[in-house]
């Protein structure tokens, strides 16, 4: 699969954001004042309960991850609609980054097929707008909160072609799987053409340098084909996570607003 990255279409940073974000990279700058670093740390908590609130009630899903870049009319965009399809008909919530490109592609499959499209989106420098194809959004100001949020309440990852932050996300999943932090969780690259490079990178250089292990590139899985993509998660979360087609019930109780 050859690609070609575009723009990755944007929203201007209003006036709030841009001093939410001088305050994070004072905050990266080394020791601030004691005052500065508890109003940080209670931003903090205040996002990780504000997200583990909306997103409690969520059920199943599958985290796609992809590039905002690559939009409608790009093979990938069409491959990441189908497989969000795909996903929702196995009764799976998909969720993405909430932005545009390929995570738009993910949720707008999801959505078509009568699935529940879920993002956690971010504000960046040129703040990323959430895509309208979502039933529910999260926004952060933290990545770290917002990449524990895409994994915890996923039961696979799907890898479509991207860019640094896609390989954060790939490479910090394997990472959890590989010291046991989460479970066999499966990770499937879709595009052998575009994975292919980095596989063989893998094997020829960090294989036989020793840093990694035969079985620490068994976690990835690279694929074509949208249906295996899926087919490939489907059968880890049914035979090694035991989950079952259920009616999906109401909570009746709401402990901190849960949705």
Same mark, same amino acid.
């Given at each position: 699969?050859? *690609? $070609?990255?575009? !723009?990755?279409?944007?929203?201007?940073?209003?006036? &709030?954001?841009? %001093?939410?974000?001088?305050?994070?990279?004072?905050?990266?700058?080394?020791?601030?004042?004691?005052?500065?670093?508890?109003?940080?740390?209670?931003? =903090?908590?205040?996002?990780? *309960?504000?997200?583990?609130?909306?997103?409690?009630?969520?059920? !199943?899903?599958?985290?796609?991850?992809?590039?905002?870049?690559?939009?409608?009319?790009?093979?990938?965009?069409?491959?990441?609609?189908?497989?969000?399809?795909?996903?929702?008909?196995?009764?799976?919530?998909?969720?993405?980054?909430?932005? !545009?490109?390929?995570?738009?592609?993910?949720?707008?499959?999801? #959505?078509?097929?009568?699935?529940?499209?879920?993002?956690?989106?971010?504000?960046? !420098?040129?703040? $990323?707008?959430?895509?309208?194809?979502?039933?529910?959004? =999260?926004?952060?100001?933290?990545?770290?909160?917002? #990449?524990?949020?895409? =994994? #915890?309440?996923?039961?696979?990852?799907?890898?479509?072609?991207?860019?640094?932050?896609?390989?954060?996300?790939?490479?910090?999943?394997?990472?959890?799987?590989?010291?046991?932090?989460?479970?066999?969780?499966?990770? *499937?690259?879709?595009?052998?053409?575009? +994975? $292919?490079?980095?596989?063989?990178?893998?094997?020829?250089?960090?294989?036989?340098?020793?840093? *990694?292990?035969? #079985?620490?590139?068994?976690?990835?899985? =690279?694929?074509?084909?949208?249906?295996?993509?899926?087919?490939?998660?489907? &059968?880890?979360?049914?035979?090694?996570?035991?989950?079952?087609?259920? &009616? %999906?019930?109401?909570?009746?109780?709401? +402990?901190?607003? &849960?949705?």
């Amino acid at each position: 699969m050859t *690609v $070609q990255q575009q !723009p990755a279409p944007t929203t201007q940073i209003p006036a &709030e954001s841009r %001093r939410r974000q001088k305050e994070e990279r004072k905050f990266l700058e080394g020791p601030q004042g004691r005052g500065f670093e508890l109003r940080h740390l209670f931003r =903090v908590s205040w996002e990780y *309960v504000r997200a583990l609130r909306a997103l409690h009630f969520l059920g !199943p899903a599958v985290t796609v991850f992809g590039s905002a870049r690559l939009v409608e009319g790009h093979p990938a965009y069409e491959q990441a609609r189908n497989i969000g399809t795909l996903l929702a008909e196995h009764s799976f919530a998909v969720m993405t980054g909430g932005g !545009p490109g390929l995570m738009e592609a993910a949720n707008r499959g999801a #959505k078509e097929a009568g699935g529940l499209s879920v993002g956690c989106n971010i504000m960046l !420098p040129m703040e $990323q707008a959430a895509n309208p194809y979502l039933d529910l959004v =999260v926004t952060f100001r933290y990545f770290f909160i917002r #990449k524990v949020m895409l =994994v #915890k309440y996923s039961y696979g990852f799907i890898v479509m072609p991207g860019g640094f932050g896609t390989l954060d996300e790939v490479f910090e999943t394997a990472t959890l799987v590989q010291t046991g932090k989460i479970k066999q969780f499966p990770i *499937v690259l879709v595009g052998r053409d575009y +994975w $292919q490079p980095l596989i063989d990178f893998l094997r020829i250089t960090l294989m036989q340098s020793g840093t *990694v292990d035969v #079985k620490d590139l068994d976690l990835l899985h =690279v694929t074509d084909s949208a249906e295996e993509a899926v087919q490939v998660v489907r &059968e880890a979360a049914i035979a090694t996570f035991g989950l079952s087609y259920v &009616e %999906r019930r109401t909570p009746r109780r709401w +402990w901190l607003g &849960e949705r």
